[in-house]
């Protein structure tokens, strides 16, 4: 089912798979392939992905606006920088719960996602001051962090 997805709805621009234990790297990059069109992704609690699938996504799916990994433990800075260089309209970033993520990874996103307007990296802890200032000086809409 996860995989057929979007070869019965290839129109698709929601995906929302929470809490998924089995849902793994070969799920999200089939749906990637096959739905290019995706503008929001909800993977919040699926803590087998790795940085490979949502590489996959962002290289597909450049129209994302809502990126939603949160509790996804093994995504590092590379997931999120691809996201950011290749999803420059994302709104809504969160990572809460992505304890390998640091500054370089929120450093990305407030350097090529200026609109983003909703950020959670709650629970991240190797992230300084320095990632919050980065946020707060380019990113001004944002109005939940």
Same mark, same amino acid.
């Given at each position: 089912?996860?995989?057929?997805?979007?070869? &019965?709805?290839?129109?698709?621009?929601?995906?929302?798979?929470?809490?998924? *234990?089995?849902?793994?790297?070969? /799920? &999200?990059?089939?749906?990637?392939?096959?739905?290019?069109?995706?503008? !929001?992704?909800?993977?919040?609690?699926? !803590?087998? #992905?790795?940085?490979?699938?949502? &590489? %996959?996504?962002?290289?597909?799916?450049?129209?994302?606006? *809502?990126?939603?990994? $949160?509790?996804?433990?093994?995504?590092?800075? %590379?997931?999120?920088?691809? @996201?950011?260089?290749?999803?420059?309209?994302?709104? *809504?970033?969160?990572? $809460?719960?992505?304890?390998? #993520?640091?500054?370089?990874?929120?450093?990305? @996103?407030?350097?090529?996602?200026?609109?983003?307007? /909703?950020?959670?990296?709650?629970?991240?802890?190797? #992230?300084?001051?320095?990632?919050?200032? %980065?946020?707060?000086?380019?990113?001004? $809409?944002?109005? *939940? %962090?």
């Amino acid at each position: 089912m996860k995989t057929g997805l979007c070869e &019965l709805f290839p129109r698709t621009t929601s995906v929302t798979m929470k809490g998924g *234990h089995d849902v793994k790297d070969a /799920h &999200l990059m089939a749906l990637a392939d096959k739905c290019s069109g995706i503008m !929001r992704a909800n993977f919040d609690g699926c !803590r087998n #992905l790795t940085d490979a699938a949502v &590489l %996959a996504l962002a290289d597909k799916c450049p129209g994302i606006t *809502h990126a939603n990994f $949160g509790w996804c433990e093994n995504l590092t800075d %590379a997931a999120v920088v691809a @996201l950011a260089d290749k999803c420059p309209g994302i709104t *809504h970033a969160i990572f $809460g719960g992505c304890e390998n #993520l640091t500054d370089a990874a929120v450093l990305a @996103l407030a350097d090529k996602c200026p609109g983003i307007t /909703h950020a959670n990296f709650g629970w991240c802890e190797n #992230l300084t001051d320095a990632a919050v200032v %980065a946020l707060a000086d380019k990113c001004p $809409g944002i109005t *939940h %962090a």
